[in-house]
């Protein structure tokens, strides 16, 4: 069964890997992005979604360049049915739909698509390219839809090497505040 301790030896294990291309490992990542939403006052299971956002990366066994190779490593969907184990739709579903939400704001603002990280990009026309009309609409209907915008924007922050952050145990509390707000569907 997951557990939250799980989810941090995960981070902790496995997250010194490289983030796919840029220049901080999984677990820096992972805790810029958590700080950047604690920092912006999100709720416990949106820090929590900031956090293991990327947890899907660590699930699989393919090179941290797969989207050099042409593969689409899915880690979305990958970390999402993963994290349903432990938390309801408020944590899993931003983390679901933060793939997406690059495909949305680079079809909505094309500065932001201009600001995108190289391996982003490349990662960005395997995943599906910009979305059309009718894909941005049908997702702004979503119920998690602006979470999912908020943690796009940490995710593409998160990126610089070397920022202090809180350790991974400081989220700790935030992880099991999430799972009281927002438990798994079968509890
Ligand atoms: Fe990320």
Redesign the pocket.
Known sequence: MLTINRCLELLHDRGDSE??GEPVTQLE??LQ?AMLAEGEHASPTLIAAALL??VG?LLHGLPDDAPDQGIDDAHEELGCRFLRQLFGDAVVEPVRL?VPAKRYLSAKYPEYRAQLSGPSVVSLELQGGVMSNEEMDAFERLPHFEDAVRLRHW?DA?KIPELPTPPLEHYAQHLIQAASLAPPHHV
């Open positions: 983030y796919g990542h992972a992005c956002h990327d990366h933060h995710d998160a």
